[in-house]
């Protein structure tokens, strides 16, 4: 059984962000996926947030946001398989950390989009478990992710 984990938040990139021509029709969908990263070093992990916004198969609003998070020693210390040396990150916290950064991605597209025609379209809540989150993330000692 784990303790809390504490972390803090490392810092937060804007990798892409476009906003192509709007779309004359009201029928347009979004679609959000997520992708865990890692930085052993640093004790960091990543999550990259993208968004699109699609009208007839077409992209006309993007983003994609990197947000890293950086462990405490010893709660990096206490998730460390002390054989293998490899880090077993817990399901519930990568959920905690995708639901910060989708959080963080809303954020940074209404700012991008504020008093624009493009500012009506909005990220609404999220649910988590429409990621596939499938268990626990095991990172290698080389800084890969395993699981």
């Not at 990798?15 to 029928?27: R, T, V, Y």
Request: hydrophobic residues 40%.
């Amino acid at each position: 059984m784990h303790k809390n984990i504490l972390f803090q938040i490392h810092h937060m990139e804007v990798e892409q962000f476009a906003a192509l021509e709007d779309p004359k029709e009201e029928k347009s969908s979004f679609s959000v996926s997520i992708r865990p990263g890692c930085n052993f070093g640093l004790r960091a992990i990543a999550i990259s947030v993208w968004i699109q916004f699609v009208c007839d198969s077409h992209p006309f609003l993007i983003l994609k946001t990197n947000a890293f998070y950086q462990l405490n020693q010893e709660s990096w210390d206490q998730l460390t398989e002390k054989e293998s040396g490899r880090v077993v990150i817990p399901k519930p916290f990568i959920e905690t950390l995708v639901q910060i950064s989708v959080s963080q991605a809303r954020g940074v597209l209404f700012a991008k989009t504020e008093n624009s025609p493009f500012s009506k379209y909005f990220l609404p809540i999220v649910n988590v478990e429409n990621f596939n989150i499938s268990g626990d993330m095991i990172i290698s000692p080389e800084g890969a992710i395993v699981e």
